[in-house]
Nanobody, 114 residues
């Protein structure tokens, strides 16, 4: 069982930056693939970025060049640095852990608006 707790969401103006954090419980963090998903109102949840246990990263086309996912296995943390934010990035962002079974955090709201 893995518990995930996201933080760092909030209101930001277009062009601004935010850094999301996800704290994971347990001792097996380093073997989990970790990801950030988002769900905008009226839309399906979508993958934003993912990082493998070995550090390989992949991104949704819509965020490439703007978002950076990283992990700290010593601290059981995964981060999402979001730059050049756009109104269409507004969504609830969820942290995900995957190793056969999947685990989700409760989500953190990001609102990009002037």
């Amino acid at each position: 069982q893995v518990q995930l707790v996201e933080s760092g969401g909030g209101l930001v103006q277009p062009g601004g930056s935010l850094r999301l954090s996800c704290a994971a419980s347990g001792t097996m963090f380093r073997i989990y693939a970790m990801g950030w998903y988002r769900q905008a109102p009226g839309k399906q949840r979508e993958l934003v970025a993912a990082i493998s246990p070995g550090g390989s990263r992949n991104y949704a086309d819509s965020v490439k060049g703007r978002f950076i996912i990283s992990r700290d296995n010593d601290k059981n943390m995964v981060y999402l640095q979001m730059n050049s934010l756009k109104p269409e990035d507004t969504a609830v962002y969820y942290c995900n852990a995957n190793y056969g079974a999947e685990y989700w955090g409760q989500g953190t709201l990001v609102t990009v608006s002037s």
